[in-house]
């Protein structure tokens, strides 16, 4: 079982900049790929930013140019760095990860409040 445990949400006026971190209770090189999702009121999770074992990352067109995904092996975390925040940024934020073997995993986080607002 894989525990993903998010933090550094929080409140941010427009323009400003948090840092998410996701803790990961097993090595971050045995998950295959992890990200970052998030859900807007109403709505489905979508896809924010991810990562893959190897280092290759991928975002959704709305944040690209804005926010970083990267990960630290060492203390098994991925962060996602967010600049220029704008108010339709303002979501609740979940951590995932994806182990493909032996067979496929889903694991997510709790999830972090963003809130963009001046």
């Known amino acids: 079982q894989v525990q993903l445990v998010e933090s550094g949400g929080g409140l941010v006026q427009p323009g400003g900049s948090l840092r998410l971190s996701c803790a990961a209770s097993?090595?971050?090189?045995?998950?295959?790929?992890m990200g970052w999702y998030r859900q807007f009121p109403g709505k489905q999770r979508g896809m924010v930013a991810a990562?893959?074992?190897?280092?290759?990352?991928n975002y959704a067109d709305s944040v690209k140019g804005r926010f970083t995904i990267s990960s630290d092996n060492a203390k098994n975390t991925v962060y996602l760095q967010m600049n220029g925040l704008k108010p339709e940024d303002t979501a609740v934020y979940y951590c995932?990860?994806?182990?493909?073997?032996?067979?496929?995993?889903?694991?997510w986080g709790q999830g972090t409040q963003v809130t963009v607002s001046s």
């Open positions: 097993v090595s971050i090189f045995d998950i295959n790929v």
């Open positions: 990562i893959t074992s190897d280092g290759s990352t």
């Open positions: 995932n990860g994806v182990i493909l073997t032996p067979s496929p995993s889903l694991y």
